[in-house]
C-alpha cells in the first residue's frame, strides 16, 4: 500500500496499481471495484508505535526527525564535553545553575565557531 496523507486523525493508504507505484497484472479488478483504487486507513490511537502522525515515509515526519537528530547531538555534546553526564553537585539550584553554564558555554562555543567560519568565507572571496 502507499501512503497518501492523513485525513484528520487517520493516514490514508492507497492500492499502488491505483496510485502508480507497482504496474499489476491483475489491475484493480482483484482488490477493488472502484476507479480511485482500495484505501486502507490507520489510527495512531490504536498502536501509537506502530502507527505515527505524521506517517514515517512522509516529508513532514523527516523534517521532525531532522530535528530530533540535531537535538539528540545537543544533547550528547552536552553530557560528554560539559560533564553534564554526572554532576558532581547537590540540590537542585546548584544542578539548574551547571547546567545552564553549560548551555552558554555550548552556545559561545557555537558563536566563536561560525564567526571564524565566516571570516574564512570572507578571507577566500
Same mark, same amino acid.
Given at each position: 500500500?502507499?501512503?497518501?496523507?492523513?485525513?484528520?486523525?487517520?493516514?490514508?493508504?492507497?492500492?499502488?496499481?491505483?496510485?502508480?507505484?507497482?504496474?499489476?497484472?491483475?489491475?484493480?479488478?482483484?482488490?477493488?471495484?472502484?476507479?480511485?483504487?482500495?484505501?486502507?486507513?490507520?489510527?495512531? =490511537?490504536?498502536?501509537?508505535?506502530?502507527?505515527?502522525?505524521? %506517517?514515517?515515509? &512522509? /516529508?513532514?515526519?523527516?523534517?521532525?526527525?531532522? !530535528?530530533?537528530?540535531?537535538?539528540?547531538?545537543?544533547?550528547?555534546?552536552?553530557?560528554?564535553?560539559?560533564?553534564?553526564?554526572?554532576?558532581?553537585?547537590?540540590?537542585?539550584?546548584?544542578? =539548574?545553575?551547571?547546567?545552564?553554564?553549560?548551555?552558554?558555554? %555550548?552556545?559561545? &562555543? /557555537?558563536?566563536?565557531?561560525?564567526?571564524?567560519? !565566516?571570516?574564512?568565507?570572507?578571507?577566500?572571496?
Amino acid at each position: 500500500m502507499t501512503y497518501w496523507g492523513h485525513d484528520g486523525n487517520y493516514n490514508k493508504f492507497r492500492c499502488p496499481h491505483a496510485t502508480g507505484k507497482v504496474n499489476c497484472c491483475h489491475g484493480m479488478r482483484w482488490c477493488t471495484d472502484s476507479n480511485y483504487g482500495l484505501v486502507v486507513k490507520t489510527r495512531p =490511537k490504536d498502536d501509537y508505535r506502530f502507527v505515527t502522525l505524521p %506517517h514515517r515515509d &512522509s /516529508k513532514t515526519w523527516q523534517e521532525l526527525f531532522k !530535528e530530533r537528530t540535531s537535538v539528540e547531538r545537543v544533547f550528547s555534546r552536552l553530557k560528554e564535553n560539559f560533564n553534564l553526564k554526572n554532576i558532581t553537585v547537590t540540590g537542585r539550584k546548584k544542578a =539548574k545553575a551547571h547546567v545552564e553554564l553549560s548551555i552558554i558555554a %555550548h552556545l559561545a &562555543s /557555537k558563536i566563536v565557531v561560525a564567526r571564524e567560519q !565566516e571570516a574564512e568565507k570572507l578571507k577566500a572571496a
